[in-house]
């Protein structure tokens, strides 16, 4: 057991296919990490529980909450012009140059 809390490598062989192997092998290389440590996290992502499902009554309490604060925050918000009104202004004005 090591206790300076890195884990241990184990090498290993792995058949993939052709395609999919060139296909990891250009977006590890365009993401700027290795073969292996791709792997690794697809490994850790598949042995990650399944995420449960939404229920309807679970969403649409979030929702509502979502709306409470949404509410809460245009009863403080400081009046004047919209976001709307500033950009329908600069595309007049944008499209009148």
Same mark, same amino acid.
């Given at each position: 057991?090591? %206790?300076?809390?890195?884990?241990?490598?184990?090498?290993?062989?792995?058949?993939?296919? *052709?395609?999919?192997?060139?296909?990891?092998?250009?977006?590890?290389?365009?993401?700027?990490?290795?073969?292996? *440590?791709?792997? *690794? %996290?697809?490994?850790?992502?598949?042995?990650?529980?399944?995420?449960?499902?939404?229920?309807?009554?679970?969403?649409?309490?979030?929702?509502?909450?979502?709306?409470?604060?949404? *509410?809460?925050?245009?009863?403080?918000?400081?009046?004047?012009?919209?976001?709307?009104?500033?950009?329908?202004? %600069?595309?007049?004005?944008? %499209?009148?140059?």
């Amino acid at each position: 057991m090591r %206790e300076s809390g890195n884990m241990g490598q184990m090498k290993t062989t792995l058949e993939i296919n *052709d395609e999919l192997y060139r296909e990891a092998k250009l977006f590890a290389a365009s993401t700027g990490r290795k073969m292996k *440590d791709l792997v *690794d %996290e697809g490994l850790r992502l598949a042995l990650q529980p399944a995420v449960q499902p939404v229920t309807k009554a679970a969403a649409s309490k979030k929702l509502a909450a979502c709306f409470a604060e949404a *509410d809460q925050a245009m009863q403080v918000a400081p009046r004047g012009p919209t976001a709307r009104s500033h950009l329908t202004k %600069e595309r007049s004005r944008l %499209e009148r140059a």
